[in-house]
């Protein structure tokens, strides 16, 4: 059984993080936004997944990519579809990817739908979502109820020659990221805003494989209810702790999280936003350690089993800098971080996996990477390469910024 996901907006990130947990071999993409894995869509851990939108079920795959043969087949087999749904309103919704077909096309299919389900059946009323765009996002999915029994977001993927037809289950819960983010009590700007999805898929890429005591079964637990998390017995140590973003997410996944930071603020900062964080969402099993330390020198006790964290990104650069400026912010974080690793080399038994995010700069067209990264092998690790991005840096950047965050996947040797 395969599951199929939409994935975010930079789709590499996603299918990186997807490879780290499931294995190269059980995951591939489908056209440029879509992976397919491998994986019983029951046991698929949708909820930790930062780089993956929405979660669908294949329906079918047809054997071309043209449109108005998709239609042809969608107005025969839709109205049978719907009346197996729930009596009252239907939700309809169209998302197509990595097709030509302009917005108005793909909503005039959705209008020809809705005719055909209501001929079928004229005790059914049924609205259409309008289509910004070729593809509904996952706000549009949420406020139109398309997962709810009533609701139905077909998804038309362009796969090569064939074209994949899903329809959604779940979309990332945007509302409580957004909380997680602007909810919590402690929050400084000044050490850079982790957007929890991206912490998220660091932890995913830190922890590789994932034990068989993490993979819950989704579908036992009733549609609507929270899924609780799994308690899994391995600590998540982040050395650059900050306001503890990243650790409010590896507590959510059920890992131990054990944080420090170089400011005694900080720690403040991080402990109450992890003592908000096990009571809103009632950790009561949680394990949360925290301590004042600098990551070049620190001894870390216990040893953690995996180690995922956002390190110092120098200045917060909003125009490009000055040649001399910028190789003075390069080389203060190329210090911090190198002796970071060699550090961390000492008390890491072999085979421990992390991955930590470190500045890149975008300096018009050029883009200026830390020096360490060609010397990860002399300092004690072995870079983890992926399928998805064919030996290319794995970097979250946002267009609109001169400081992209590289993420460095390595194993201790
Ligand atoms: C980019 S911020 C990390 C933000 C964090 N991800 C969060 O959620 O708030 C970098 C953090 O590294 C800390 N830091 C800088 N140099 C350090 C060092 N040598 N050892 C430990 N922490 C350090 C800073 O105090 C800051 O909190």
């Known amino acids: 059984m395969q599951s199929l996901l939409i994935l975010g907006r930079q789709p590499e990130l996603g299918l990186a993080e997807l490879e780290s947990l499931y294995g190269a071999g059980q995951v591939r993409a489908a056209g440029s936004q879509a992976a397919l894995v491998d994986v019983d869509p029951c046991l698929l851990t949708f909820n930790r997944l930062g780089g993956s939108q929405k979660f669908c079920k294949v329906l079918t795959t047809l054997d071309n990519t043209n449109w108005s043969k998709i239609e042809k087949f969608l107005l025969s087999a839709a109205p049978g579809h719907a009346q197996s749904m729930p009596d009252g309103k239907m939700h309809l919704g169209l ?55 009533n609701g139905w977001e077909l998804v038309f993927i362009k796969d090569g020659q064939q074209t994949i037809v899903a329809q959604t289950v779940k979309v990332q819960d945007i509302a409580a990221y957004g909380a997680r983010d602007q909810g919590r009590p402690a929050r400084d700007s000044r050490v850079g805003m982790l957007p929890p999805k991206l912490a998220q898929i660091i932890i995913n890429l830190a922890a590789g494989p994932l034990p068989e005591s993490a993979q819950q079964n989704i579908c036992d637990i009733p549609a609507g209810d929270p899924i609780p998390p799994t308690i899994l017995n391995q600590t998540v140590l982040d050395p650059f702790c900050g306001t503890g973003v990243l650790l409010q997410e590896a507590l959510l996944m059920g890992y131990a999280a054990y944080g420090t930071d170089i400011e005694k603020r900080m720690i403040d900062y991080s402990r109450r936003n992890l003592d908000w964080l096990t009571d809103k969402y009632q950790l009561t099993d949680s394990s ?102 064919k030996g290319l840096h794995l970097t979250y950047h946002r267009p609109d910024q001169i400081v992209a965050r590289e993420l460095l996947v390595i194993i201790r040797k």
Not at 123 to 132: A, T
Not at 332 to 360: D, F, H
């Open 95 to 149: 998302s197509a990817y990595d097709f030509k077909e302009t917005t108005q096309r793909i909503q005039a299919t959705a209008l020809k739908l809705k005719k055909a389900i209501r001929s079928a059946d004229p005790n059914r009323s049924v609205r259409v979502v309008p289509n910004k765009e070729s593809a509904l996002n996952t706000a549009q999915v949420i406020h139109n109820n398309l997962t709810t029994p």
């Open 288 to 389: 949360v350690q925290l301590e004042q330390g600098d990551a070049t020198n620190h001894n870390w006790s216990p040893a953690p089993n995996l180690v995922a964290a956002e390190g110092y990104l120098g200045k917060p650069f909003t125009t490009a800098p000055p040649r001399d400026v910028l190789a003075q912010t390069m080389n203060e974080c190329n210090v911090i971080i190198r002796k970071t690793l060699q550090n961390l080399a000492k008390q890491l038994p072999s085979g421990t996996r992390l991955c930590l995010a470190v500045p890149a700069w975008h300096m018009g067209s050029k883009i200026m990477h830390l020096p360490l990264i060609d010397h990860l092998p002399e300092l004690g690790y072995n870079t983890v390469d992926f399928e998805a991005t």
